[in-house]
Structures are given as C-alpha cells and as structure tokens.
C-alpha cells in the first residue's frame, strides 16, 4: 500500500505527458524551389523562390507544435534552409546553415527538415542559408499561443504580415561570388521592398505597392520581419502610434513609439490601431546607417506600403507620409529605441537569467584585410573576424564531423577574448591591427554552463558600424549594452538582471559593446554570426557546441536516416560512427 501513493503519482505524471502530446499538432508542408520571373523598377529577371511566392509562405504553428517541411530543389544550384529563432531542442540536424549543420541540399534532390517548437511565441522567420540566397528564399513563422494562456494583451482583431526585404537589378549571388573572388566590396542593393514591392517612390511600382485595408476602430497585431541583405531599418506609420509587445519569439513590456528600428535577422509583433481619420497613410522604412558620415553609397531609398481605410470617403491625392522617420544617420533615435526594450517578466511569461556564470568570453567583432589564395593567385581582400579569426568553412558540416569524432574538419580552439587588446574603438588605428588569421575554430561549452558573452565593436580599417549578431539554438538575455571600450569593473554594475530583453538577433552598437547571457542547454552544434551578410561572407562567424548532458534527455539527437550528401568529402559518409556519448534518445 506504501507504494500506491507514488503509482498514483506517476499515472498522473504519465497522464499529463500523453496530454501534452496530443495538445501538440504535427504539421506537413511542401516547399518546391524553382525559378521565377519578377519585375521590378522597370526590369525583369529570374529569381529563385519558394512555390512560386515572394516572400514564401508563412508557416503558422502553435506553441510546441512540430513542423516538417519537405524542401524540393528544383533549382539550379545548392542551398540549405535556416528556420530562424527556432530553438530545435536536442535537433541541431535540422537547423541549416550550409557546412555548420548539414551539406547542402543538390538540384534535382530533396531533404526533409523537423523543425521542433518550444518556448518560442510571437513571429520568426525562415530563410535560405546559403550564399546570398535568403534574398528571394524567406518568409515568416507565426507562432500562435497556446489555447488556455492566449496573448498577454486584447485579442487583436486582426493580423498583419510584411517582409521588408533588398532589391538588386542583378543577379546578387554572382555579383557577390566576383567581389569574394577579387577581395573588394560586396554590392548595394538597388531599393527596399514591403512584401518585395518597392513602393509609390519607384519606377513602374505604383500599381503594385503593397495596401494593407483596415477598419476604423479596430486593432491589429502587425508582424514584421526584417529580412533586408544588409541593413538596420527604421520603420513608421503616418499619423498612428505602433506599441511593440515582442520581439524574436519573446514577449516584451509594451513600448508606445512612433517609429521602430530593427536590425536584419529580428522580428517584432506590433498592436496598431485605427483611428485617424478615414484615409490612406504610408508605412514607410528607410536605413540607419551606423557607418561614418563620408561613406555615403548606401542603400538611400524609402520603401513605401499604404495602409488604407475601408469606408466610403474621398482620398487624397497621395497619402501621408509619416514624419516621425528618423533620417538616415539619426544614431541617438537608434539607441534610445533600443534602450527601452525589455522582457515583459511576468507571472505567465517568467524569464530565469543566469546568475551563476561560468564561462566569460570577450569577442571583438572587426573587419579587416586578410590574403588569400583566390584561385589565380595570393591576393589581400577584405574580411571580418571575430577575436581575428575569420571563419572558413570546412568541406564537410562541424555537426557531422563532431557527431562521429572525425578530426581534421574544424578544432576546438576559438579564443575566449582577442590575441591583443588595445584601444578598440579610437580613430586611426594602425594597419596592423587589420591583419587576421582564416581558422574554423569552435568553442566547446559543457552542458548546463552559464555564459556569459560581451560583444566588442571596433573602429579597425576605420570600419566601425553596428552588427547584428545572431545565435542559432537559443535566445538570450541581452544584460547590458555601451558605447566605447566595455569595463569589465564598472559596466557590470549597470547589468539589467531583473527584466532584460530575450533575443536571438541583438546589435552590437557601433563602437560599443553589448553583454548577453544564457545557460547551454540545447546540447548540440550551433552557428554564431553576424546577420549582415557581407560580413558573414567575409567571415564573421564561428560556431558553439554544447556538449551532451548526462541523459538521453538532455543529449543531442540521433541524425536522421538521409542526411544532404557533401560533395567535396565524398568518403566523410563511409565512416562509421565513433560518438562518445551513448544515444537511446529518438
């Protein structure tokens, strides 16, 4: 009888699970990647998209759901699919960044993704994470909550999606293989689109800009993603106020703004509510550009959308435009957006920030001039580090080479703070501080150990700008951010540990620092990177793995039965499997 108690207590327990189960949903889609013509400012060409839609399709879940999604290549050249925020517990197999987690995906051939949901609520996105290819392969994630705890504000009355994306008359992956092949600069795209519509302000764009048509009186949930190649965004809407309510898959304390400023790779959720006067407004977004004042060949268009009221009255001739944008360089607008968001922390929707940190690591985030041997011969080109390693990617994916003990492929030696230090973000820095090193260096976290990163922004090669860095397998806690060089006796003391931001996408300020924290308990191999692609390309980047804890659990998941074969490293898949760890888990 002494043991009923505890029976009872694990039939309830057991109960509870199945429960779970079946409150979670399975779902099935087909993504076909074929080419497609588009025109824009007057010229047509062939973009790579997903069935047939630019942006792709949404994916909507809700929270916990699993989602497979079966992606066909019909294309004409390799790629991989990122389904970014998405924390993929235990699944790194199916995260996507191309020689990080798997090979890519062949024309002519198909991979099927699992793309586990936990915790995450709100709006993420998915992109391709190959080359430059995210550019036409996107499209956003709608992460519903669950049916007993529902939003943590007024069931809106309506949704709205848009992608803010980049333009390029040509065909970008090209462009951009040329200037990594001579070393020099990366194009700039030609406009900014809302739903790949580049607005009234453009050639030929008139009849297409995209119109959002809402009722008086009611409010909105607006979701958007900034899915733009290389650049933070400010966005607005004329004359209506936007209270942002979340951020990357995460709730935060409503922020009332007239504008908003996001960085490539974020998404937020935004309430807007309709009512002004019957009309037609502009949505408009534009650059911030961090970098300094006489570089000026950036991206200088305003992409337009209209929202637009429903109702019988006469229109303007053109709608209004909203004068609460922020100009292009308007640094002090940037920051006070940001500094004023925060985790929402309450009693449905907790955050637990580590406290007991075990590992510190202090990374500078610089470009630089690396040489290189680019096929013709040895030449120096532009690059980007960080703690001046610029990653090279491995001719076989880290996740496979790590999951069967293959050495030679990448080593575990990622420094935990620069080779030098010196005043990072003073003007006229030396030339030889530019000079980095190519590596595909990883750093080795054990299960359960909570870190903490602080980011370093540089004024290297005179090159100082913000940086989007984003963590593939988590989200963090954004804990304090600066500008100038980080004090690691005094800054700490100004840490947010009571309601700080969670984020999987967060900018280090130009010539400044940002801390995060988080605890490493997604076992598995995970990207690190900056989410403007030029420096991406040019190697801002390295690569975490989180060890395997000591249970099936909380140990990394067995690879699925066909994995993308890697050409470069066609004996790599003859090998057989030497993991240290033992896996029961499914």
């Not at 198909?110 to 190959?130: C, K, M, Q, R």
């Not at 290189?372 to 120096?380: H, P, Q, R, S, Y």
């Not at 080779?419 to 006229?428: L, R």
Request: aromatic letters at 12%; charged letters at 20%; a negative charge.
């Amino acid at each position: 009888m002494a043991l009923l108690p505890g029976f009872l207590g694990a039939l309830l327990l057991s109960s509870f699970a199945v429960l779970c189960m079946v409150e979670a949903t399975v779902h099935y889609y087909d993504f076909v990647l074929k080419e497609k013509n588009f025109t824009r400012l007057c010229s047509t060409k062939s973009m790579l998209v997903v069935n047939g839609m630019l942006p792709g399709p949404t994916i909507r879940v809700q929270k916990g759901d699993t989602v497979y999604v079966n992606v066909q290549n019909q294309g004409d050249f390799d790629l991989t699919i990122h389904w970014h925020g998405v924390h993929q517990p235990r699944n790194p197999w199916s995260d996507g960044p191309e020689y990080i987690t798997q090979c890519p995906i062949e024309p002519g051939s198909n991979f099927t993704y699992e793309v586990i949901f936990s915790d995450e609520e709100g709006t993420l996105w998915w992109h391709a994470h190959s080359d430059w290819t995210r550019n036409s392969v996107n499209g956003a994630i709608v992460v519903m909550p669950l049916n007993e705890t529902g939003f943590p504000f007024p069931e809106p009355d309506g949704e709205e999606i848009i992608v803010l994306g980049s333009w390029y008359f040509d065909d970008v992956n090209e462009v951009v293989a040329e200037a990594l092949q001579d070393g020099t600069d990366t194009p700039r795209s030609d406009c900014y689109t809302i739903n790949s519509q580049p607005g009234d302000f453009f050639a030929c764009s008139n009849d297409s800009t995209h119109r959002w048509e809402v009722e008086y009186g009611n409010t909105y949930l607006l979701r958007m993603v900034n899915a733009v190649m290389n650049a933070e965004l400010y966005f607005a809407i004329a004359e209506h106020n936007l209270t942002v309510v979340g951020m990357d898959g995460s709730y935060v304390k409503p922020i009332v703004t007239n504008f908003t400023m996001i960085a490539p790779g974020q998404t937020m959720d935004i309430l807007v509510t309709a009512n002004q006067s019957l009309g037609r407004y502009y949505m408009a977004a534009r650059q911030y550009d961090s970098v300094r004042p006489d570089v000026t060949d950036y991206d200088m268009s305003n992409v337009t959308a209209i929202l637009e009221y429903k109702g019988n009255y006469t229109p303007p001739e053109l709608p209004i435009f909203p004068s609460s944008l922020p100009t292009y360089e308007d640094l002090f607008s940037a920051a006070d957006f940001a500094s004023r968001i925060k985790s929402l922390a309450s009693t449905e929707h907790p955050i637990d920030v580590p406290q007991n940190i075990t590992t510190r690591m202090y990374i500078t985030a610089e470009m630089n001039m690396i040489t290189f041997d680019n096929g013709t011969g040895e030449i120096t080109g532009l690059g980007s580090s960080l703690n001046n390693v610029s990653w090279q990617d491995p001719s076989t994916d880290v996740l496979l080479a790590y999951y069967r003990n293959i050495s030679g492929f990448y080593t575990s030696d990622f420094p935990d703070y620069p080779p030098t230090f010196f005043d990072f973000v003073a003007e006229g820095l030396p030339d030889s501080v530019a000079a980095t090193v190519r590596g595909t260096k990883v750093k080795v976290l054990e299960y359960n150990e909570e870190v903490e990163v602080v980011f370093q922004g540089t004024d290297v090669l005179e090159a100082s700008e913000d940086h989007p860095m984003h963590m593939h397998g988590y989200s963090y806690y954004v804990v304090g951010t600066g500008f100038g060089n980080f004090d690691n006796e005094t800054d700490p003391k100004t840490y947010n540990l009571v309601d700080p931001p969670k984020m999987n996408t967060v900018t280090v300020p130009k010539k400044g620092w940002v801390a995060i924290r988080f605890k490493a308990s997604n076992p598995g191999v995970w990207f690190w990177h900056c989410h403007f692609d030029r420096h991406l390309s040019w190697g801002m980047n390295t690569v975490m793995i989180v060890k395997d804890g000591g249970t099936p659990e909380t140990s990394m998941r067995k690879p699925p039965a066909y994995m993308p074969p890697c050409s470069d490293s066609h004996t790599i898949r003859l090998q057989p499997f030497h993991h240290t760890s033992s896996r029961k888990s499914k």
